[in-house]
């Protein structure tokens, strides 16, 4: 008998998009959980169970091994930086990370940058050698510019609906970002058998599907 798997899965956008990838890997798991206030999903027949978390703290779930392993965006482990193993790119959630502002935008003396991601910010100014002051946002982040909150923000695009509507130009795209399957150090050891199917299972699976 095979130790249970715990698998921290990211409540919202990514959700179901994950939960369709795993029942085309053969795993009969929810499709929907938006319904249900139930956090964690117990599947006895896979010798399973579904942890349903914030998107953002997924990456502390799998560190702490609360959950063996789990479902992730890019951006949330650059920002993150968490002792983890990164198994599997699984090609859904695809959007990119970018630098926005406004149109008739002009670099100041002092110049403001609001993001959901500062680590990531600092990182990519000071790679560009440009100094810039971080200002940390939890949504609307687009907000921002609009009302001289910050000069510039560095978001997630993925329609460009938002900017769109919001009069927004994408000034420098920083990364593309996919959702990625990650791993707790020891349970990937311990439980190594286990984990390998699965990355085999999905990995069948996104070869033939590489759109979200
Ligand atoms: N348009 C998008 N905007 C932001 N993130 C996106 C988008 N498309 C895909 N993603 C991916 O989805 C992940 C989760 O998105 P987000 O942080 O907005 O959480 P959510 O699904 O809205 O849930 P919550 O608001 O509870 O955190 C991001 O980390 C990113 O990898
Ligand atoms: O290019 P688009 O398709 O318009 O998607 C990009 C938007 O989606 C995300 O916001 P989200 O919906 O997570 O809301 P938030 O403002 O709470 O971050 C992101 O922060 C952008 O605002």
Known sequence: MTD??????PKGRIYKKAAALFREAGLDIPLEVDETRKLVISLPELNMEFILAKPVDVPTYVEYGAADIGIVGKDV???EDRDIYE?????????????????????GIQQRVATKYPNVASRYFREQGQ????IKLN?????????????RIVDMVETGQTLQENGLVEMNPIFEITSR?????VSYR????????LCDRLQQVI?????N
């Open 4 to 9: 249970i798997l715990k698998v921290a899965m």
């Open 77 to 79: 482990l650059l920002e």
């Open 87 to 107: 198994l599997l790119d699984l090609g859904i959630a695809r959007c990119r990370m970018s630098v926005i502002g406004l149109p008739n935008w002009q670099p």
């Open 131 to 134: 100094q810039v002051e971080v």
């Open 139 to 151: 949504g609307s982040i687009e907000l921002a510019p609009l009302i001289g909150l910050a000069d």
């Open 181 to 185: 399957l990650v791993a707790n150090r």
């Open 190 to 197: 311990m439980k190594n058998g286990q984990i390998q199917s």
């Open 207 to 211: 070869g033939g599907n590489v759109t």
